[in-house]
Every structure is written in C-alpha cells, then in structure tokens.
C-alpha cells in the first residue's frame, strides 16, 4: 500500500530509556504531522514540518521530546528518558497540500512505559 | 482547556435513523472544521469538511450544519447503517485555513444497531 507507514507499531520499554518512532509519508507529501492520542481521546497536536523545516512545536510535551525530518521525507518521534505518561499511541500524518487539506494517518505507534 | 467541545460521547443509533454529533468551539480564528472518522485499530480518516463562508455542506448521507453565531457545528448521518460503527471527531484549526496545528474533539463513539 501507499498509505502512511509509522514502524515499530508496538513498542514496549522500561522507564528512562529512549525511543525513537518512525514515519514514512505518503510519497510526494509535503507535510507531515505527528499526533498523540491516550485511549478514548482525540488525536493531541505535537508538531508538523513543512518539508524538512519544522514550522511549529508547540504541542511537544518537554524537552525529552524532539522530531525531524532531515530529508523532507521520513521523520523520527524521539522521546528520551521516558516515563510512564508517555504510554500512548503516536500517530503521524501527512499532507498533499502545504499545512493544508486532508490528513492522512498512519495505524500509528503504541508506546507502553513500563 | 479544551478548545473544541464534542458531544455526545457516545451514540446508540438503529439502523435507518439519523446520527447527530455536535460540536462547540471558542476561538472566533478558527476558519476549518473537518469531521474524521475512525475505525478500532485504524488511523483517523477525513470524512467531510466545511469552512465558515457556508452554513451546510452535503456529502451523501453525511451532512455538516455550520451556525458561525453561535460557534457549533454539527455532523447529521442520515439513513445510519452499521457500517457506520465508528468514532467520530470534529476538529478546528485557524490561519487561512492552514492545518499545522488541528484541535480534535474528544470524539463519538457511534453504534448503529441493525
């Protein structure tokens, strides 16, 4: 499939290790978003890049957690030292359009803090 | 504070009758309002979309009433078939219509009862 692909769909691991979360848009997308949704609760903002240049973060948490996207394509979650608040699905999506238009999701990444 | 506003949060509906999901927002700036929908397991997906220069916009048997006054909006399913079984969430964003930065409601659990 074309769709947005988000790796690992699962991930478990201990509390104060580091973990990176993996988009790869849709090809051809010029934006891209990463989202945080807890069970039961709307997709929560984290940050967007149009291209490669991250045009807003206000969404991230703290500082434990980054994003890029080098390339203008693939982007990386990265959330260091986690703690079990962390322990939600992390979905990225993607846009045709500049910041603009449908948003396609991924199936997302589960992250448990242990 | 929530800046989108969803209700109700869940639906039990048979089939044939008319699914209503309402919406309330704060921020006059805000000037697009998507519906997406999401299957258990899936990423959210666009279902249909309204800006604020119309007050209803039809898409099938999905329907968005728009009333900018009073800053709701509402998505109508008619004729709802189980198919339909789904989460809903209303969104907002503001700046010409730019999705950077997309505020979701909590979002609907529909149940269409056959």
């Known amino acids: 499939g074309a769709g947005v692909s988000q790796s690992p769909r699962y991930k478990v691991t201990k509390r104060g290790q580091d973990v990176a979360l993996r988009c790869d848009p849709i090809?051809?997308?010029?934006?891209l978003y990463w989202y945080r949704q807890a069970l039961g609760q709307g997709p929560e903002f984290l940050t967007y890049?149009?291209?490669?240049?991250?045009?807003?973060k206000s969404g991230l948490p703290n500082d434990r957690f980054s994003a890029e996207r080098p390339e203008g394509s693939i982007s990386t979650l990265t959330i260091q030292r986690t703690e079990q608040r962390d322990s939600a699905m992390y979905r990225c999506?993607?846009?045709?359009?500049?910041?603009?238009?449908?948003?396609?999701f991924g199936e997302g990444s589960r992250l448990t803090v242990l | 504070q929530q800046q989108v506003k969803q209700s109700p949060q869940s639906l039990i509906v048979q089939k044939g009758g008319i699914s209503i999901i309402n919406c309330a927002y704060e921020?006059?700036?805000?000037?697009?309002f998507p519906w997406y929908q999401q299957f258990p397991g899936k990423g959210p997906a666009l279902l249909i979309a309204?800006?604020?220069?119309?007050s209803e916009k039809k898409e099938g048997r999905f329907t968005i009433s728009f009333n900018k006054s009073a800053k709701q909006f509402s998505l109508h399913i008619m004729d709802s078939q189980p198919g339909d079984s789904a989460t809903y969430f209303c969104?907002?964003?503001?700046?010409?219509?730019?999705?950077?930065?997309?505020?979701f409601g909590k979002g609907t659990k529909l149940s269409v009862k056959p």
């Open positions: 999506a993607s846009s045709l359009l500049l910041a603009a238009g449908e948003l396609f």
């Open positions: 090809s051809g997308h010029v934006s």
């Open positions: 921020n006059t700036a805000f000037d697009y």
């Open positions: 969104a907002a964003s503001r700046g010409g219509g730019s999705q950077g930065n997309l505020i």
């Open positions: 309204i800006r604020p220069d119309v």
């Open positions: 890049f149009n291209y490669e240049a991250q045009q807003d």
